[in-house]
């Protein structure tokens, strides 16, 4: 058989084969894109239209208004055409036509009339889980704050993203106190800061003292909904050099705050990371760290950046917690070699999927290659679509199954895998370990399996 028609049995294979979406930003209230906006301007689309010369590189409100909606539109409608290589626009595409019934390019002329046709499903309240049964996608892991009071349950798990310990922000020294004492001014976990963060608001308690850094940390852990959340999501910046930090230098950097340099950032950051961690041992069983990785602060986004010293900066602080899950998020391939050594040595480090930087198709196929050579396929999680709407969901799933089929195919055709075989590892990437690993369940109103007439137009 050549290898074509490998792939192409494969692909059809995987059809049949459930999904579960390990991290999401999705939000209850509005499952599928509420309008073009929310297609058009996914924050990954943008920074490709930039790369095109679209001037404006911030990212959409996450509850923009029409006027906001219809602006960014009107600006970044005269670079699409610009950005029909990229993969961002494939899925785009596929969302479109497959979605929409949508085969015209976008113009200035009909942009509106796909707005309506956009607009129009999302109307229906039965769409958004219409979509991720079409992607054959059981269940989706989403930030906590976006459950909006369990109007999505049956579809969705959660992680708690609320304060981010060991996240550089772009010129902010005191940044890991200030996540702290933000989440420390809060009755219950809200949303994150965003990655860019902009004005800080003034807080009515503020991080002065050793003593002030615990009681903070107390009230976040005693926060933590464990019968609500199945992870933390948190990101390690690889700007920053971790490491063990005593609490008289903790104290020493606190009082150094106002004039706080890296040095004192890193010794927040440090100190805070493993006052937490510490903090997280006794529900060990209840919640798995995941953190992303390799991807660090410019003034609008982030770039694909990872330092070799944090790697194993990292891996101390996974060996150190033995009894901590650990997950990561990778976004620079450049490192995932060195991140399934520790995988393969680390018993409680599992590695999930393909982020930010790394979901392209190339990338995906890199990362998937190196990790089925090294890792076995019960520590690892074959896909999450990082999406902010099912519509990307479904595009992503697409584009993922595409490429597990291509580097399937090569291993079948080489006679490393039965086509059996091949599709039975692809089930547990894609299924089961979000189930062992993750503790992620199918849902119970999306029916079993995945979808066959996933990837057809309507």
């Keep these: 058989m050549a290898l074509h028609d490998i792939a192409q049995t494969l692909e059809d294979g995987l059809q049949a084969i459930p999904l579960l979406d390990a991290h999401t930003h999705i939000d209850a209230s509005h499952l599928s894109a509420r309008g073009l906006h929310d297609v058009l301007l996914y924050h990954m689309v943008i920074s490709d239209l930039a790369s095109a010369g679209c001037p404006n590189r911030a990212r959409l409100s996450d509850d923009p208004d029409d006027a906001e909606a219809e602006a960014r539109l009107l600006e970044a409608l005269p670079y699409v055409h610009g950005i029909r290589n990229t993969s961002c626009f494939w899925g785009l595409r596929i969302i479109l036509r497959e979605l929409y019934g949508w085969h015209e390019p976008i ?11 956009i607009r129009e499903r999302a109307a229906d309240p039965t769409w958004g889980r219409a979509i991720l049964r079409r992607a054959g996608v059981q269940r989706s892991c989403t930030e906590l704050w976006r459950g909006r009071d369990g109007l999505a ?3 969705f798990h959660y992680a708690l993203e609320w304060a981010f310990f060991a996240r550089a922000q772009w010129g902010v020294n005191d940044i890991p106190l200030f996540e702290l004492e933000r989440a420390w ?22 991080i ?16 933590i909904p464990y019968d609500r959340v199945i992870s933390t999501a948190q990101h390690i910046s690889t700007d920053l050099n971790l490491r063990a930090v005593t609490p008289d230098e903790m104290a020493a950097a606190l009082g150094r705050r106002a004039q706080a340099g890296e040095a004192e950032r890193d010794v927040y950051a440090s100190y805070l990371l493993e006052t937490f961690l510490s903090a997280l041992e006794p529900h060990a069983d209840q919640i798995l760290f995941q953190f992303s990785f390799g991807a660090e602060p410019l003034p609008y986004e982030t770039g694909s950046k990872l330092r070799q010293a944090s790697i194993y900066e990292v891996a101390e602080i996974i060996a150190r917690h033995p009894r901590l899950r650990f997950q990561a ?18 018993p409680n480090l599992t590695l999930a999927g393909y982020w930010w930087h790394s979901f392209f198709p190339s990338a995906i196929r890199q ?12 520590r690892q999680i ?7 709407c099912v519509d990307w969901t479904y595009a992503k799933a697409t584009l993922v199954r595409k490429q597990f089929a291509a580097v399937l195919a090569e291993r079948v055709a080489q006679g490393q895998y039965t086509l059996d075989e091949a599709l039975d590892i692809a089930h547990t990437l894609l299924f089961e370990a979000p189930q062992t690993l993750l503790g992620m369940s199918p849902s119970p109103t999306l029916g079993a399996g995945g979808d066959p007439e996933a990837t057809h137009s309507r």
């Design 382 to 388: 074959g896909f999450f679509s990082d999406a902010y």
């Design 185 to 206: 001014n809060q009755p219950h976990p809200g949303a994150p800061l965003p990655v860019t963060m902009g004005g800080r608001p003034s807080l009515q308690r503020e």
């Design 208 to 223: 002065r003292t050793l003593d002030d850094v615990h009681a903070a940390m107390q009230h976040y852990v005693e926060r």
């Design 153 to 155: 349950d049956d579809v």
């Design 367 to 378: 990362v998937l290659d190196e990790r089925l050579d090294m890792l076995g396929a019960g």
């Design 107 to 117: 113009t200035p002329d009909n942009w509106r009339r796909l707005d309506a046709l």
């Design 329 to 346: 998020f990778l976004s620079s391939t450049h490192a995932n070699q060195a991140l399934c050594t520790l995988a393969r040595e680390l």
